[in-house]
């Protein structure tokens, strides 16, 4: 049975949420494989409104098992209210449905106060865009061999010596950045106070996926942001702390990388970005802001405003390289309605010169300019299509170019944030 990769091809909002809960109907487990809750899905199924940001986007769905992996970094706390307020809106969560893998390193409240204190003391073009959560210094922890982890939680004596470790490192930095030390012992308590909540949902993670595969169950990988803001392969340091792009799948819950059947990118009709960084095909002018408007473009976690500009294929023909993806799932088709005229960057100029790729120097980046190509809009509604027959002939034309600028086929074509409003082309579950 086919074991599928859902990521994000662009700098993450691309709609990931409801293609995944999409997928999932079909799935039987479906495994979240990096990143933290600065990150968020929104699924609308049947006119309710569910928002994720650290549960898998299968916890909606019946009869499924969810994980979440040792790629991600976990908020003990944050996790607790989101189960508490899923369940509120009907849905059964239980150790049955979710289960947390043994060793995932744990946001705490210190890797927050960390996190926003560094941001606030960044001097300008030096802030990183960072939503404050702690997923940075959790990250960094894991990496120096000073996590608290999930399995931490099970003893008194190792939690403590976790703990100290990771104050060695942390009290010295807090005093250099003029914030009082960590009180030791509150912390401790929280920890063991929380534990008792978390513990029944720890299990060996990449065991039960494994007994799962063998059994010829049918995994879903689900991402967070977009493989723009990999750690590695983003417009660095303008990123997430992890690795987004595809193979993050397989270590991030311990699975070997043969299991992985098909990578499935999920890319807007047009291009947004969060936060700081590069951003070639911006657009600070009427046509932005339509776009922003028309696609509601706000974080689903942070509620900020995002930046919107044309559909850029030099940049996703680049990620779907970086993830090997073998289809894409195009979304909000729907937004581009209505505009006389429609861009697409092709290509960069860089210093007189046409690049096919954006460069990895930061300087380098900054000095792109994009190079346009234009296609004519539509005026027809492409609202809730299900079928190629609904759309109109240069949707189609828009769609096909798009394909032939990155590289890649469409796999799935979203036109409304309802989950049935989606045009199947290649199914990425197909034996």
């Known amino acids: 049975m086919a074991n599928v990769v859902v990521v994000g091809a662009q700098w993450g909002d691309e709609g990931k949420g409801k293609i995944v809960d999409w997928l999932s ?101 030096t802030k990183i865009g960072t939503t404050g959560r702690g997923i940075g210094p959790a990250y960094e922890d894991k990496v120096g061999r000073r996590s608290v982890r999930v399995a931490d939680l099970a003893d008194a004596a190792t939690l403590e010596a976790r703990v100290d470790r990771a104050l060695q490192h942390h009290d010295p930095l807090r005093k250099g950045l003029g914030i009082d030390p960590v009180d030791r012992d509150s912390l401790i308590a929280q920890l063991k106070e929380i534990a008792a909540e ?20 049918r995994i879903l990988f689900e991402g967070a942001q977009g493989a723009l803001l990999d750690i590695d392969f983003g417009t ?32 807007k009709a047009y291009t947004t970005r969060v936060g700081e960084g590069p951003f070639p095909s911006e657009l600070h002018d009427g046509d932005g802001q339509r776009l922003g408007e028309r696609g509601h473009e706000f974080g689903t976690t942070t509620g900020r405003k995002r930046r919107c500009g044309w559909f850029d294929a030099c940049l996703v023909r680049q990620t779907c390289a970086t993830s090997g993806v073998n289809g894409i799932s195009l979304t909000k088709l729907d937004v581009l309605d209505g505009f006389e005229t429609l861009k697409i960057c092709t ?4 210093d007189g010169e046409r690049v096919d790729y954006l460069p990895t120097a930061a300087d380098a980046q900054a000095r792109c300019t994009p190079i346009y190509e234009e296609m004519p ?9 299900r079928s190629w027959a609904d759309l109109p002939a240069n949707a189609i034309k828009y769609v096909r170019r798009v394909e032939e600028l990155i590289d890649c086929p469409v796999a799935l074509l979203s036109t409304s944030p309802e989950r049935d409003d989606t045009i199947l082309v290649t199914d990425p579950f197909a034996d």
Do not use: C
């Not at 340091?237 to 992890?242: E, H, I, L, N, R």
């Not at 290509?347 to 860089?350: A, N, V």
């Not at 809009?377 to 299509?385: D, K, L, Q, R, Y």
């Open 25 to 125: 109907e079909r799935a039987d487990v479906i495994a979240r494989f990096q990143g933290g809750h600065n990150a968020g899905h929104t699924l609308v199924i049947d006119g309710a409104v569910y928002k994720l940001h650290a549960l898998p986007s299968g916890v909606v769905r019946g009869g499924k098992l969810s994980v979440i992996g040792n790629g991600v970094v976990l908020d003990p706390w944050h996790l607790m209210k989101e189960i508490a307020t899923i369940r509120a809106q009907g849905v059964d969560i239980t150790p049955d449905t979710l289960m947390i893998a043994e060793n995932t390193p744990l946001i705490l409240p210190i890797h927050g106060e960390l996190d926003r204190a560094r941001e606030e003391a960044a001097s300008k073009g």
């Open 198 to 217: 978390i513990l029944p949902f720890s299990a060996p993670v990449w065991k039960v996926l494994n007994e799962k595969r063998k059994a010829g169950k």
């Open 347 to 350: 290509g960069y100029e860089l």
């Open 377 to 385: 809009g539509w005026s027809e509604s492409t609202e809730g299509a």
């Open 236 to 267: 660095y340091p303008f990123v997430t702390s992890s690795n987004v792009i595809a193979g993050q799948a397989a270590t991030g819950v311990g699975i070997g990388p043969g299991s992985i059947d098909f990578v499935l990118g999920i890319v």
